[in-house]
């Protein structure tokens, strides 16, 4: 009997990046895959929206593309509709992107508060083709934060997610070499770095196969060699001293499914040995039998070694990778493909939030509401270069939702795994109280974030902002009124103040903040709407 997925099949030609083997490329050279700058969403108030995308196309034909708070709207990948940003803080004055050679222009203009990396874009920046390879985060508002980075023109879209979560490029090729190769009874090796996910592949290629048998998982690093024959092939009655009934090993309680055999790079020379003559002969014999049994299972293994390396190295058998390696995938790291980010943080996030009963915190019904997930440490989750990759990223949504449980957002300072300390910046103390009218500043010396950065310090006092800024505070009226980011108290709608008065239960300082107005005119605006005496 041929051995599961080998005889008449062909080992597959070789390609690069997610799989190894590709039977349909056509050969020879073909023209280039031109990319599309794209802005994929990272974090929003309204958590489910992560992952949401732009595609820049007018930048191709060398026009400008201007997203501001109501268009143009964002969609998920593979579907017709979206929405716009639609934040009640960002400015209805775009941001404007321009092509800019092989790069993109980020020209902000009035548009409110824009940074990247925490630095404000007041001026425009350039962002050169490496810039976009990588990804750059950009911050709207202190709310919502996008990765301005780039996706490839001729991009397709599988029909299921295959459990997976994400929709870049580099997952779609993953979820497509899996639909690709799922039915057939090809042994399969998924090699990927440590957390990468390839046990939740594997699960994939089990349940889009043929096979409806089990799905059993076997740690061959943590296979003992002495025990590694009857563990993997089982043992009849009387085969050793104990053996008081025949015993099923790995490949025959996966009978009729699929045989997952984790970190095959880590098995042991006997192992080795033993999982070959299985794979060339398609049988095996239990411990103590006389009688060879046929294999029915499908193998797939998962390696994060170099196996290369380890043959030159006479630590692994090359005819064994050979006939492991029916088809190959290759799983990507996460700082790979960081436009995922956002959407699997919130993944996790979830699970954990409704184990606590807090997931409202993700769907918040008031949209002044601050976001969950503040805008900085979105950013500081997409530049962190995640060793551990999916599994360290579930690690650390865990640890923060529990450290901020009965907490309405997360702590923006709070310090993730190998992030070195975040340096202590002392306060700033308040110039001293002055006459008021005089100034020791121009008021064109302050710009857009130090204005805001000194009224949330004083709480929206504008006297104590005025005199924290060094100007007087008739010009840091003038400064927010010509703001397009910020308000003044009469500019709020009498339904937008009600509904805030109520959602905070009358807490004045709460809707301070919330609202980010002055104390005193928002008290006044309540009097005048009977709210308060």
Not at 93 to 105: A, D, M
Not at 300 to 305: G, M, Y
Not at 442 to 451: L, W
């Amino acid at each position: 009997m041929a051995p599961p997925g080998t005889g008449d099949l062909p080992r597959p030609v070789a390609t690069a990046d997610l799989s190894t083997a590709d039977v349909s490329r056509p050969q020879g050279p073909r023209p280039a895959s031109r990319s599309i700058p794209a802005l994929t969403l990272v974090s929003h108030p309204t958590a489910r929206r992560a992952g949401e995308r732009l595609l820049l196309h007018g930048l191709l034909a060398g026009r400008e593309v201007a997203v501001s708070r109501n268009a143009p709207d964002f969609t998920r990948p593979g579907e017709p509709l979206g929405l716009p940003l639609g934040d009640p803080f960002l400015s209805r004055k775009p941001v404007r992107f321009l092509p800019s050679g092989g790069g993109v222009r980020v020209i902000v203009d009035g548009a409110g508060l824009c940074t990247c990396a925490g630095e404000p874009l007041q001026d425009g920046r350039e962002f050169g083709p490496d810039a976009l390879a990588r990804g750059v985060p950009l911050e709207f508002a202190g709310r919502v934060v996008v990765l301005l980075h780039q996706v490839p023109s001729t991009e397709s879209q599988t029909s299921a997610s295959l459990g997976m979560v994400g929709g870049s490029a580099l997952l779609q090729a993953v979820r497509q070499g899996i639909e690709r190769v799922a039915d057939l009874d090809v042994p399969v090796l998924i090699r990927g770095e440590t957390g990468t996910g390839k046990e939740l592949v594997a699960q994939a290629l089990h349940a889009q196969g043929r096979r409806k048998g089990p799905f059993v998982s076997v740690n061959l690093g943590a296979l003992p060699k002495e025990l590694a024959a009857s563990e993997l092939f089982g043992s009849v009655r009387g085969a050793f001293t104990g053996a008081q009934r025949d015993r099923e090993g790995f490949f025959q309680a996966a009978r009729g499914g699929t045989l997952f055999l984790d970190e095959v790079g880590e098995a042991s020379p006997e192992v080795q040995v033993l999982l070959l003559r299985v794979l060339e002969t398609g049988e095996m014999y239990p411990v103590g039998a006389s009688r060879p049994v046929a294999t029915q299972v499908r193998l797939v293994a998962a390696t994060d070694a170099d196996l290369e390396a380890q043959i030159a190295d006479g630590r692994f058998r090359a005819p064994l990778l050979h006939r492991l390696a029916g088809y190959e995938l290759r799983l990507p790291p996460l700082r790979e493909r960081r436009e995922d980010i956002g959407p699997l943080f919130f993944h996790f996030a979830r699970q954990e939030l409704e184990a606590l009963g807090e997931a409202r915190h993700l769907a918040p019904e008031d949209p002044f509401a601050p976001p969950w997930l503040p805008a900085a440490l979105a950013v500081r989750l997409v530049l962190h270069p995640w060793p551990g990759n999916i599994r360290q990223l579930r690690n650390v949504a865990r640890q923060l939702v529990i450290g901020a449980r009965g907490q309405r957002c997360l702590d923006p300072d709070v310090l993730l795994p190998q992030e070195p300390p975040r340096p202590v910046v002392a306060p700033v103390p308040a110039p001293p109280l002055e006459q008021e009218g005089v100034s020791r500043r121009k008021s064109t010396d302050v710009g857009e974030q130090e204005m805001l950065a000194a009224l949330r310090a004083n709480a929206w006092d504008v006297r104590r902002a005025a005199q924290h800024l060094g100007i007087a505070r008739s010009s840091l009226y003038d400064l927010i009124e010509r703001s397009p980011s910020l308000r003044l108290a009469g500019d709020l709608s009498e339904e937008e103040l009600t509904r805030c008065f109520h959602a905070c239960q009358g807490d004045l300082d709460e809707m301070v903040k919330r609202l980010e107005v002055s104390g005193r005119a928002l008290r006044r605006r309540l009097r005048e709407l009977g709210l308060v005496e």
